[in-house]
């Protein structure tokens, strides 16, 4: 089992910046993949960024690509998500998750265990 905790959410204008966290805890592999995914109210949880692991390739959905950057530290099994330029579109709820093994890095259903979210609301 493997446990997650997120922090780091908030409220912030737009155009702002917020620097999400996820520690990991239990039966955690470094070379399990770590990812991001949103839910918005009233639509479905949605891939945002992940990083795999060896190698720390990073794949990024296209609405955030060049805005956000995800980053890792395996000696202590957190995984972070910088968010700059940030846009009233990105409010959400953000879960970590962990993926071990195969299936398609965006895929909700490829990760076997997910933190409990924090509250991102980004006002114009």
């Known amino acids: 089992q493997v446990q997650l905790v997120e922090s780091g959410g908030g409220l912030v204008q737009a155009g702002g910046s917020l620097r999400l966290s996820c520690a990991a805890s239990g039966r955690i592999f470094s070379t399990d993949t770590m990812g991001w995914f949103r839910q918005a109210p009233g639509k479905e949880r949605e891939f945002v960024a992940t990083?795999?692991?060896?190698?720390?390739?990073?794949y990024y959905a296209d609405s955030v690509k060049g805005r956000f950057t995800i980053s890792r530290d395996n000696a202590k099994n957190t995984v972070s998500l910088q968010m700059n330029s940030l846009k009233p579109e990105d409010t959400a709820v953000y879960y970590c998750a962990t993926r071990r093994g195969g299936g398609l890095y965006y895929s909700i259903s490829s990760y076997n265990s997910w933190g409990q979210g924090t509250q991102v609301t980004v006002s114009s």
């Open positions: 990083i795999v692991w060896p190698g720390g390739g990073t």
